[in-house]
């Protein structure tokens, strides 16, 4: 006897007959209604019950050959049996219809036994098992489906699927086919359970955050028609940074794939504008990990030196960690002294200069040397230790390494804390209020200091737009 198995996808409908009864709509909805179907993460928790379920439904197929039976010559004369049960593959739940061969079936049987499978499934197999309703607790009922409601429809041999998954090598390759980064993240750790991942994480945020401000920012400039007509992509520029900040747990391989673009909000959102009205958000992420449209469109500009994270390229990489952080100190510098006088603002004027000045000729023009990348991000705030120290005088040199080495003129300044390290809390404690002023005070005292005429700053960069 040989065997063999295949493979093809699942949806899952949830109804509440109750709240449809009082909605009027029981009876008469389509069970099938986009608005019922939930995400293959949701169905992890009625996975048991479905298992059951499949199982129970032998009872309405022949005992020893299922749904063989139904098979017409010369296929029925090798096709012993086919039984459909449900399986997981590390949280994506497929159909799986295990059979029994008298003797192998050649390419165009096997093509044949596909078809025939393919309608059973399409009309829900047997005698209708996707019209079933699945008791899953508080009255809530679930609806299996062996097909899908969009183009991802799939029906493949063990060896097919698994080239699928990326854990065999076909053909006419010679490496294995790599799984996506949607795929490698279901054997990883999450940001919850890896203090080296929660780092990753939040060093992504910074640049989702980033990536909001500055939308928002050009935003400013639109006028009300431009604004009315992007409606869709502002929700959905707002939705998916609520989303990936606050909600998503993420892993390190999708960490790694967002971090490659310059603007991986964007990457999101494009797919939240799109499908959010009729996908989860877990399908909606899944979708953009696994299928990785945006890395294959080239729509969306990269991070240079982001395909490997090796030798030059991981120092790209950390610079752009750097450029995202100065973006986010500019913003939050910016929203500090909001709410100061314009009198106060003209007092604190070579302050803000100064800060303009700092972070574009650190992101435009400056050659970091070596290690200058990585100890300025152990700070949170390394725009203001460089802007702090910035000259005064317009011939004097803008002497970053100079700057960084007065190691004892930073010890007020906060450093990111280590995820890994619980010592670094205290390491990143910031010396108390009274020696160290808040901005508002800074521009205070600024005020009431005898204004001297004005100097410029070094060189073009001290200029920087209106607040």
């Known amino acids: 006897m040989e065997t063999e198995k295949l493979y093809s996808p699942l949806e899952f409908y949830l109804h509440d007959p109750r709240e449809e009864e009082r909605s009027g709509e029981y009876g008469t909805a389509d069970l099938y209604d986009e608005q019922y179907k939930i995400s293959q993460f949701d169905a992890a928790e009625y996975a048991d019950a479905i298992e059951l379920a499949i199982r129970r439904d032998r009872d309405h197929m022949d005992k020893t050959r299922g749904l063989a039976e139904y098979l017409d010559e010369p296929l029925a004369g090798k096709v012993v049996s086919l039984f459909p049960e449900f399986e997981d593959y590390g949280g994506l739940y497929v159909c799986v219809a295990n059979i029994t061969l008298s003797e192998p079936l050649t390419p165009d049987e096997m093509g044949e036994l596909k078809q025939w499978w393919s309608g059973q499934l399409s009309d829900g197999w047997g005698e209708g098992f996707e019209q079933r309703e699945i008791a899953v607790g508080n009255g809530d009922e679930l609806y299996v489906v062996p097909w899908t409601s969009d183009d991802s429809f799939f029906l493949e041999t063990e060896r097919e699927f698994n080239m699928r998954l990326g854990y065999e090598i076909p053909d006419s390759q010679s490496e294995v086919v790599p799984l996506s980064p949607a795929e490698k993240a279901l054997d990883e750790p999450d940001a919850s359970d890896s203090p080296e991942v929660a780092a990753m994480r939040d060093r992504l945020i910074i640049r989702l955050d980033v990536n909001l401000s500055n939308y928002l920012d050009d935003l400013k400039k639109a006028d009300s028609l431009i604004l009315t007509e ?238």
């Open 230 to 467: 992007n409606s869709f992509e502002i929700a959905a520029m707002c939705y998916a940074h609520n989303y990936l900040t606050h909600m998503h747990n993420f892993h390190p391989s999708e960490i790694e794939y967002l971090a490659q673009f310059r603007d991986p909000l964007k990457v999101v959102a494009d797919e939240f504008e799109w499908d959010a009205a009729t996908e989860s958000r877990s399908d909606i992420t899944w979708k953009v990990f696994h299928d990785q449209e945006a890395l294959k469109s080239g729509k969306h500009e990269l991070v240079p030196g982001t395909h490997t994270e090796t030798g030059d390229a991981a120092v790209d990489v950390r610079k752009q960690e750097l450029f995202d952080r100065l973006d986010a100190n500019m913003s939050d510098y910016r929203k500090n002294i909001m709410g100061a006088s314009k009198e106060d603002i003209f007092g604190m004027a070579e302050d803000i200069a100064s800060r303009y000045a700092a972070r574009e000729y650190m992101k435009t023009a400056y050659d970091f040397k070596t290690g200058e990348v990585e100890f300025l991000l152990q700070f949170q705030d390394p725009l203001s230790l460089i802007a702090e120290n910035w000259p005064d005088m317009a011939d004097a040199p803008v002497d970053i390494p100079s700057i960084i080495d007065i190691r004892g003129s930073h010890s007020h300044y906060a450093k990111v804390m280590d995820a890994s390290n619980p010592a670094s809390m205290e390491n990143a404690r910031t010396t108390p209020d009274a020696e160290k002023p808040s901005v508002m005070e800074r521009i205070r005292d600024a005020a009431r200091i005898p204004k001297e005429p004005r100097k410029d700053k070094t060189n073009c960069y001290r200029s920087g737009p209106e607040l």
